[in-house]
Nanobody, 126 residues
């Protein structure tokens, strides 16, 4: 798969929006389920959203459902996380992750992913 590189993090106010992007290198991006996870200080890494390799299926953590949207562009080898109505509790380092899999499969546990980016910081002030 190669490498994953996140971008788009920053400091915003509660209620604002951010769009994170993850760019992948390698030739088989379209065969990878892609997920977003986050880790706040002192907490374990938690699932945020996932999209299947063919883009047909997606899933979200309850805490972000209705506010975040995951999407992918297999031609550009990118996966995005649109985050709206941000809250202070969304503050964390956000990571994208990938796992080679069948077209409609997806995974919500960090341990099921093989490839990780280095993360991008999202800070939401109240």
């Amino acid at each position: 798969q190669g490498q994953l590189a996140e971008s788009g993090g920053g400091l915003v106010q509660a209620g604002d929006s951010l769009r994170l992007s993850c760019a992948a290198s390698g030739r088989t991006f379209s065969s990878y389920a892609m997920g977003w996870f986050r880790q706040a200080p002192g907490k374990e890494r938690e699932f945020v959203a996932v999209i299947s390799s063919n883009g047909a299926r997606s899933a979200y953590a309850e805490s972000v459902k209705g506010r975040f949207t995951i999407s992918r562009d297999n031609a550009k080898k990118t996966v995005a996380l649109q985050m709206n109505s941000l809250k202070p509790e969304d503050t964390a380092v956000y990571y994208c992750a990938g796992r080679y899999t069948t077209p409609s499969a997806y995974y919500t546990t960090a341990g099921q992913y093989n490839y990780w980016g280095q993360g991008t910081q999202v800070t939401v002030s109240s």
